[in-house]
């Protein structure tokens, strides 16, 4: 059995694409790209997918991260650009490597996100981001299933910071960047939670909703606050098995 991992984006309109919806896509295009996936066992069979860590509604996506099972044994690249074919635009997938590692999951530990926040002065900004991370902890509320629950969504931040690259800007109205990098933890802390403590702290309050888009996820370097790429350990043994078959064809017999 032969293991694919896929990078996907939620881009345009499709980032108010629900991850149940997501999911009927892609089995959708699964079947239109004739991939021989594997099925799990019992009475109602489903194809062997394992989605990690999907963003919210809402928030767009440039690193989401699924692993599928195949009964027979597939090139990732050619492999990707079916699936691309046979997804809306906006759903799109990026990369693709055969799973020569364990543990995906566990190299999601932390995400990149930015949050444009259109009609906020990048100078208001500044001056909420700086109350936030010098605060000690910043409580907010959050409804869930089981009623309102309190958390600090200060402790989780690794890193939130304005970004003020013109070029992200394209009318002359005010318009803040921020760029935000969050532990993945439990309970998680989201974007908007983040926006939350913001208002919380220094009553940042955007006239219209903040567009966030993950940028990037994956295992957080704890020394330089970086986020890792989680597909890169796959690249780098699939590297190393064909420079060991190299030198073993070229060894004496």
């Known amino acids: 059995m032969q293991r694919i991992r896929l990078r996907y984006t939620k881009r345009g309109r499709l980032r108010f694409t ?15 790209a004739e991939v ?31 692993e599928i099972a195949l009964t027979e044994a597939r090139d990732p690249e050619k492999l990707r650009v079916l699936l691309d074919e046979s997804l809306p635009a906006g759903l799109d997938v990026v990369d693709a490597v055969e799973a020569r590692t364990s543990g995906l999951a566990d190299r999601l530990t932390a995400s990149v996100w930015e949050l444009r ?6 100078e208001e900004a500044e001056r909420a981001v700086t109350a936030f991370n010098t605060a000690g902890a910043v409580e907010v509320q959050r409804t869930t299933k089981n ?17 003020s690259d013109a070029a992200d800007r394209p009318t002359d109205q005010p318009c803040a960047i921020l760029r935000l990098v969050v532990r993945h933890v439990t309970p998680a802390v989201r974007p908007d939670d983040v926006l939350s403590g913001l208002r919380a702290v220094a009553d940042l309050a955007p006239p219209v909703p903040a567009a966030v888009t993950r940028l990037a996820q994956g295992l957080l370097d704890e020394e330089t606050g970086t986020v890792t790429d989680p597909l890169a350990p796959d690249r780098e043994a699939a590297t190393a098995l064909v420079a060991g078959s190299a030198a073993a064809a070229k060894a004496p017999a």
Do not use: I, W
């Not at 892609?26 to 079947?31: C, G, I, N, Q, S």
């Not at 926040?117 to 990048?122: A, N, S, W």
């Open 147 to 163: 009623g309102v629950r309190t958390f600090d969504a200060r402790s989780a931040v690794v890193q939130l910071e304005t970004h």
């Open 36 to 66: 021989p996936m594997a099925y799990s066992a019992g009475f109602t069979p489903h194809p062997k997918v394992s989605y990690a860590n999907a963003a919210p509604t809402g928030t767009g996506s440039e690193a989401e991260y699924l």
């Open 117 to 122: 926040l259109d009609g906020v002065r990048p």
């Open 18 to 32: 629900s991850h149940r919806d997501f999911q009927r896509a892609f089995e959708r295009a699964l079947r239109r």
